[in-house]
């Protein structure tokens, strides 16, 4: 991952992908994992996202995975809540009621680490990685989640008129990723509203990838 790239962003608080408020396309569409209260989600690459401030007053539990330490500190402070913080091998686990949080390589947290996860809510994850690293996170994801059943959101744009992150994900490249291991329903497709960094046409789609096949 360029570790480097997303630590300056978050240094300089250049964070633009952060939004304001929960994602209207969660809040939406969340209902379709059909998922128990207190179920334990977990969010890929999670920054310090408010959806995690609307998953805990649904009543879920929370786990994440960050690479930034400055984005979970701010989480945490926006939460009101002290974390309990221990180091782990090559991650620090932020623990407090209802949330656990490793900070560090994504790649280095282990199914053990992660433990029960019921389902999966990746908005900002596979969107974030270059093309050449899209399999690789793809595959530890399931691995570590036990194919944990997905909500994901996806940004759809012509790439050749603007570089990501957030880089465009087709419908044939999820296709590639997991339609082995999941069936995959299209939701829905929305336009983005005043384009893409204000910049570029683009589409957000919502996938549910269930893992009752």
């Not at 991952?1 to 396309?25: C, R, T, V, Y």
């Not at 809510?121 to 570590?144: E, G, Q």
Request: net charge negative; glycine share 6%.
């Amino acid at each position: 991952m360029q570790h480097d790239f997303w630590h300056k962003k978050w240094q300089e608080s250049d964070i633009g992908f952060h939004n304001n408020d929960a994602h209207p396309l969660l809040v939406k569409h969340f209902p379709a994992l059909d998922l128990a209260t207190g179920s334990r989600i977990f969010l890929p690459l999670c920054g310090k996202t408010l959806d995690i401030h609307w998953l805990l007053a649904q009543g879920f539990q929370v786990v994440g995975a960050e690479l930034s330490p400055i984005a979970i500190e701010q989480l945490f402070d926006e939460l009101g809540v002290a974390p309990e913080i221990t180091q782990l091998e090559n991650l620090q686990h932020y623990r407090a009621p209802n949330i656990d949080i490793f900070v560090g390589d994504i790649f280095t947290v282990t199914a053990s680490l992660l433990g029960q996860v019921d389902a999966i809510y990746d908005r900002a994850a596979l969107v974030a990685l270059p093309f050449d690293m899209r399999t690789h996170y793809t595959s530890h994801l399931k691995t570590i989640t036990h194919n944990a059943k997905q909500l994901m959101i996806c940004f759809v744009y012509d790439q050749s008129q603007l570089a990501g992150p957030p880089f465009s994900i087709s419908d044939d490249e999820v296709k590639a990723h997991y339609s082995f291991d999941y069936a995959l329903k299209l939701l829905e497709s929305v336009e983005v509203s005043g384009k893409l960094k204000g910049q570029c046409p683009a589409f957000e789609n919502v996938w549910l990838l269930d893992n009752r096949l």
